[in-house]
């Protein structure tokens, strides 16, 4: 059975600050999504990433598939990227590309 | 910018009542999911439709659920006779299925109160 696994659960960070969110998971995987959800509770889809690197304006998203680990940075961070941050993998050998979803990790930003 | 539609935001019904929940994915993909999310809790996926059928689907998804995808456009979820444990966030979530894992991109959700 996958896990998927994040830390911190909760984070605080001062305006300007990077951000770093890690998430672990325990079988292999052929890609992993990171997500975020608004207090509202909409899910905005931020990355989907099978290796390496991606990049999208202040979001860089990094993944080692050997090591079973993916981060998440955010630089120059804002309190507009207060939200809830969540990983989900999906787990090789699936045909339907179902998602194993992490518990979140809620970031504040403050002013 | 394409985005998946859901109907309604916020459902309330009475324990045993049948609800339909709606979702219009985007046009041109091919996978559709639903997943809820029960206040506090992660979110876990309920079933997964691919080709006019399911392809698979999680021990939640038991004989109270059903998915149709009764048109072209529209993909819905019903839930026969609702339980108090049955309130939470419905997110229903397309992709295009092309050759391995795609990206996922997911509606506003319904929320379903049962009272």
């Known amino acids: 059975k996958n896990e998927v696994e994040q830390s911190p659960q909760n984070l605080t960070a001062q305006e300007g600050e990077f951000i770093t969110i890690n998430c672990s998971y325990s079988?292999?995987?052929?890609?992993l999504h990171w997500l975020q959800q608004h207090p509202g509770g909409g899910i905005v889809s931020l990355f989907m990433l099978s290796s390496g690197k991606k990049k999208h304006g202040r979001l860089i998203a990094t993944i080692n598939i050997q090591e079973k680990h993916s981060s998440l940075h955010i630089t120059a961070s804002h309190p507009r990227d207060s939200a809830v941050y969540i990983c989900a993998a999906v787990p090789i050998g699936g045909s339907n590309y179902k998602l194993t979803f992490g518990k979140g990790t809620l970031l504040t930003v403050n002013p | 910018e394409p985005e998946v539609t859901q109907t309604p935001s916020h459902q309330v019904t009475q324990m045993g009542q049948e609800v339909i929940l709606r979702c219009v994915p985007i046009s041109n993909h091919l996978y559709f999911y639903w997943y809820r999310q029960i206040l506090g809790q992660k979110v876990e996926f309920l079933v997964s439709f691919y080709n006019n059928e399911i392809s698979e689907k999680s021990e939640i998804f038991d004989d109270q659920f059903s998915v149709e995808r009764p048109d072209g456009s529209n993909f819905t979820l019903k839930i026969r006779s609702t339980k108090l444990e049955d309130s939470a966030m419905y997110f229903c979530?397309?992709?295009?299925?092309?050759?391995?894992?795609?990206?996922?991109?997911f509606g506003p959700g319904t929320r379903l109160t049962v009272l």
């Open positions: 079988v292999g995987i052929s890609a």
């Open positions: 979530a397309s992709s295009e299925g092309h050759r391995g894992a795609q990206q996922q991109f």
